[in-house]
């Protein structure tokens, strides 16, 4: 079956721009996560969404938002753009609501902010 | 404040032999652990994971120990091969609804021929 896709794999914009990535999960699964991965920070939760609802958020300012559909794909946005948020943006799918299992990840999309 | 940590920024082993790579975590209320291998440019894979009712489950060449007490885990790989050079995350989840992972920070092993 296909893995998670996340488009587009490379991105370069420009300090103050907006940029907004998309993720779509394995079929079947109602969970979506995204993650940002930096050199500095390692692997740092972003917020989930499961039918279409934030169900948890991390410790990232406003300027990162998101949102899931009514098929599960996700996509989330980032306003504003500054230079520390050039970093690999990881998106992750796994069945519905309950703690079950691991995730799978995509192969994430790397972003760059000049 | 990291609540989950990989002291260990690399680790170099001799194929064939054993790879023991090492995770603590502060937070009591986690409640079930994952390790993944990462390669560049490349999503996180899902290796095994532990629930913390138990203190060992095997899959194949890896093992991963949870010891409560201590609050810490380790993923041993055995016997390491070359195509296991790669970065290794621990991550651990909590008891509160949803499916947030914190990640540590990943050890990066190289298996040599």
């Known amino acids: 079956k296909a893995g998670v896709t996340q488009t587009p794999r490379y991105l370069i914009k420009t300090r103050g721009q907006q940029v907004t990535l998309s993720c779509s999960p394995i079929?079947?699964?109602?969970?979506v996560s995204w993650y940002q991965q930096t050199p500095g920070q390692g692997l740092q939760f972003l917020f989930e969404?499961?039918?279409?609802?934030?169900?948890n958020k991390g410790n990232f300012p406003g300027r990162f938002s998101g949102r899931q559909f009514s098929n599960s794909r996700s996509e989330m946005n980032v306003s504003t753009l500054e230079l520390g948020d050039s970093a690999l943006y990881l998106c992750?799918?796994?069945?519905?609501?309950?703690?079950?299992?691991?995730?799978?990840f995509g192969s994430g999309t790397r972003l760059t902010v000049v | 404040d990291q609540q989950v940590k990989q002291n260990s920024p690399s680790l170099s082993v001799q194929e064939g032999r054993i790879s023991i790579l090492n995770c603590d975590y502060t937070?009591?209320?986690?409640?079930?652990f994952l390790w993944y291998k990462k390669y560049p440019a490349e999503g996180p894979t899902f290796l095994i994971s532990?629930?913390?009712?138990?203190d060992k489950n095997e899959d194949g060449r890896f093992t991963v120990f949870l010891n409560k007490s201590a609050k810490h885990l380790s993923l041993h790989i055995v016997p390491s091969q070359p195509g296991d050079s790669a970065v290794y995350f621990c991550?651990?989840?909590?008891?509160?609804?949803?499916?947030?992972?914190?990640f540590g920070g990943g050890t990066r092993l190289m298996v040599k021929p």
């Open positions: 532990i629930s913390s009712i138990k």
């Open positions: 992750a799918s796994s069945l519905a609501g309950g703690r079950v299992g691991g995730y799978t």
């Open positions: 079929s079947g699964h109602r969970s």
């Open positions: 969404y499961f039918s279409e609802t934030q169900r």
């Open positions: 991550a651990a989840r909590g008891d509160n609804a949803g499916n947030m992972l914190t």
């Open positions: 937070n009591s209320m986690f409640d079930y």
